[in-house]
């Protein structure tokens, strides 16, 4: 039976994707220090451990003691409007604790990582973003998913460490931290609904993502374990929605599960327009396939959330409180 170790284990990516391989006959140790996922989000079954993989001797230590086979490295901290405003922890969070687990990969002899970097990479650029374009990351969170893409080509030409890289965008699904003020959209709106406040929107709402569900992402990354050495596949959905489109689908969901909520906008965020992807490559490799049905997602993301007990909306201890958006301060 194969080992495989996921780090984020209790967040959305993880706890998905761990229930997967679980199913699927594959034995599941999982690292998350729960600073952005949920205890009750990791599957009894996994092998768990509640480590900071800021802490490398915690890191090694259960490498060591584990010994898998392959590595999912999920963990991030990926509030990417809020990146500039966190930088060292986006650094250290994003980038030392990957070089952590890189190291980790390295010395105990872990067969391949698959890594989550992000669209974020691409930056403005010209979108459909083709893995092929220029990365040119616009904030801090960018830049530290394009940092460690860098080093993971540099340690399998070193080391020898095999390596894949993953782009998501706007992923969704059950087991999303939709307590958390300062990402995932969708969730954010669906928190807001049960609190019985309006949705909000960040300037003009002409904004345009795909959101895609996260049970279409199984297979592929499955494969990911023992195909296609160093290669980079962008993965999401097709369909584009803008920010106002999306807004009022959670509003029509929410009045479905009686709810009423309103929709205001906020001050504009500097933020990307126009952000979403082509996902030919991983289509025809991977034989990926997004059947995202928005609005089926969000009642499923419903019905999960009201069955969760309400946790804190917390605001982060900002290092730059500079230009800091009005919608931001405590
Ligand atoms: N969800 C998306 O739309 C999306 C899009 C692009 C990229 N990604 C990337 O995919 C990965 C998974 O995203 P997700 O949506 O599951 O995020 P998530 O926040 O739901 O899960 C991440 C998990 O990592 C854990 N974690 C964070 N810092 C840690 C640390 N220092 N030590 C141990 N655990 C730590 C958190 O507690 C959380 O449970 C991330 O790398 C993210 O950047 C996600």
Redesign the pocket.
Known sequence: MKTVLI??V?????ANFSKYLLNNGYNVVG???????FKSSVDERVDFYE????DHDDVDRVFRSTDPDYVYH?????AEGLSPYIRRYNYM?NVV?SANVINACINFGVQKVIF????AVYGEGNPPFTEDQPQTPEDPYGIA?YAVEMDLKLAKEQFGLDYSIVR????VGTY??IWDRYR?VIGIWIRQSMRGEPLTIFGDGTQVRAFSDIKFYMEPFERLMTEYSGETFNIGADKEWTINEAANLVAKVARDFGYEPGIVHLEKRNEVHTAYSDHTKAKNLLGFQDDTNLEETIKEMFTWAEAQPAHEVAYFDYEIEKNLYSFWKK
């Open positions: 780090t984020g209790a967040g959305l990516l993880g690292i998350d220090d729960l600073s952005g996922g480590v900071d993989l800021k999920f963990a991030a901290y990926a969070n604790c989550t970097s992000s669209m998913k998501p965008h706007n992923v999303q931290n995932n």
